[in-house]
């Protein structure tokens, strides 16, 4: 019987790739792994780099229990961050085994980069190019008897100074500078984990405040060296390290100490911020109570202090101080009720007049009437509200929502409804009256700002100086006692729940090239307890 002719060829071509695999000197070997050396070499050191330890493993000959201790004698011991392996070279193969060389470059956090030489050794089995792994394919040195090691000596560290370079970073200088510097404290293991391998538990690290804002500025680098520790210790690598830089505040200890002074004997929680208003740095920081930094962190209602920013929004609209307006002893706007304190009422005049004795339906009919919920947040949103500050310490932001109902643009006119501020940003308000410019604030000058300066709108800047200094003169300020040339605003806010309602004493204002913000807790009438605090403050500066 004979087979198919198709099928005799094919048992024939098959004969032929047996005889023609026979006939060539090395097919067996071919045929017998499967890649190559290179090709594993470049995977698994790949995987490294990516910090792949599954993907490394399962090219190994065999399990082995130490190797991920062996690879975290970087990352753990050392704190490396990244690990890069480059420059890889494989070569020949030799009875199934090839060595590929490799550069090594681990990145440590706080330190910098080490780099060093490795080897890693590969064999064939079952069929396959494999790592034929031992601990010294991590680093030479490594034999699973031994650890890395880091040991450091760190510089001195640098100072915070005030604008004068005098230190303020020694405990000695009172008022609220602590609370602006914060302290030294012992390094926590979290502490560790957040800084980097070059820290240990104990190091000194900056706590709270400038010391901790600018730690790695302030402590430098320490001098490193990279050590194998075993039954013999020896220094693989050093790491010089850099001094510390100091880093100076706007403090001005002058006006510090005038601010701490007018503060120190208030019985109740007593906060005053103080500002060049020419560059937006921050001169004083003073708080009559320790703790919490309310001159920065504080959350109240501005009160009437906010007309500055709804008179502002009215002059961009046309109106002008001697613009005619009426001040009755109560008004009614989307249901709220409006008066004025002490149930004043004016009549008609001038809009300066009005500011000047602070009127609340005058200003809350206007707002409603000339500006509008979206306007009136613009203004305050130009003027530091609804922004975060940058100033090398925690700040509180500014919030003034956008009104949702002519109640609530009324109320939002006088600074009441949901609006709340810290000393800090009304004394930026008041700095913009002085500048035409508002200025994001600074504690540190150096410091890269976000913010941009923003101009106050055309025509606005001198009528508004000019109603600030009407209530100086004239106004609910007259008599506080303030020194001439000082413009400013007084403020009542009103918080708590109904039936139980206190008050917020509040002065804002401004004299030559400062600018500043003082508010009493729960004092009553800004007129007359946050004002003469001012009053202190300037006629000690001279």
């Excluded at 101080?321 to 004043?344: A, F």
């Excluded at 602070?358 to 003027?383: E, H, I, R, V, W």
Aim: glycine share 10%; proline share 6%; hydrophobic share 40%.
């Amino acid at each position: 019987m004979h087979m198919p002719r198709g099928r005799t060829i094919a048992i024939t071509s098959v004969a032929g790739v047996l005889v023609v695999a026979a006939a060539a000197g090395g097919a067996y070997y071919v045929l017998h792994t499967r890649g190559t050396p290179q090709e594993t070499a470049q995977r698994f050191t790949a995987a490294w780099t990516d910090g792949d330890l599954t993907a490394m493993k399962s090219d190994l000959v065999a399990p082995a229990p130490e190797f991920d201790a062996a690879y975290a004698e970087l990352t753990k011991n050392l704190g490396a961050t990244k690990v890069a392996v480059s420059d890889l070279t494989v070569g020949q193969p030799v009875n199934d085994h090839a060595t590929a060389t490799y550069t090594v470059t681990a990145t440590l956090k706080n330190i910098g980069d080490w780099s060093y030489k490795g080897t890693l050794d590969l064999a064939v089995k079952d069929h396959y190019w494999k790592v034929d792994w031992s601990p010294k394919a991590v680093h030479p040195d490594l034999d699973g008897s031994d650890h890395l090691a880091i040991k450091t000596s760190w510089p001195e560290r640098a100072v915070i100074m005030a604008s004068n370079g005098e230190r303020i970073d020694t405990g000695d200088v009172g008022g609220s500078v602590q609370q602006l510097v914060g302290y030294l404290d012992k390094a926590t293991a979290k502490d560790v984990k957040k800084l980097g391998a070059a820290y240990h538990v104990g190091n000194a690290v900056g706590r709270g405040g400038l010391q901790e804002t600018f730690q790695k500025q302030l402590a430098g680098t320490p001098t490193t060296e990279i050590q194998v520790t075993g039954p013999e210790k020896k220094t693989l690598h050093t790491i010089k390290g850099k001094p510390g830089k100091d880093v100076t505040t706007s403090i001005d200890l002058r006006v510090q100490t005038a601010a701490a002074n007018a503060v120190r004997d208030n019985k109740k929680p007593t906060s005053l911020v103080a500002i060049r208003p020419s560059t937006g740095e921050i001169v004083a920081v003073a708080n009559s109570v320790g703790g919490f930094n309310r001159a920065l962190g504080g959350t109240y209602p501005p009160g009437s202090t906010f007309k500055t920013i709804t008179a502002a929004g009215l002059l961009n609209e046309g109106l002008t101080p001697s613009s005619k307006v009426t001040c009755p002893e109560k008004s009614k706007i989307g249901g709220l009720d409006i008066r004025n304190s002490d149930h004043e009422a004016f009549g008609s005049l001038s809009f300066l007049d009005s500011y000047a004795h602070s009127c609340n339906t005058t200003f809350a009919p206007l707002a409603a009437s000339k500006l509008g919920a979206q306007k009136l947040y613009d203004m305050a949103t130009l003027l530091g509200f609804n922004q975060p500050l940058n100033i090398g310490v925690t700040t509180t932001k500014a919030s003034m929502p956008k009104a949702t109902s002519d109640a609530e643009l009324a109320a939002e006119a006088f600074g009441q409804a949901r609006i709340t501020s810290s000393p800090l940003v009304m004394a930026t308000v008041a700095a913009a009256v002085a500048d035409g410019n508002w200025r994001p604030p600074t504690l540190v000058p150096t410091l890269k700002q976000k913010l941009k300066v923003k101009p106050l709108p055309g025509g606005v800047k001198a009528p508004l100086q000019q109603m600030m200094r009407a209530v100086v003169t004239k106004g609910t300020a007259h008599a506080a006692g303030l020194p001439a040339g000082t413009g400013g605003k007084t403020g009542t806010a009103e918080f708590g729940p109904a039936g139980k309602i206190q008050t917020h004493a509040w002065f804002i204002g401004f004299r030559g090239d400062i600018a500043f913000a003082v508010v009493v807790e729960a004092g009553g009438m800004g007129g007359d307890v946050a004002a003469p605090i001012a009053a202190d403050f300037l006629k000690s500066l001279g």
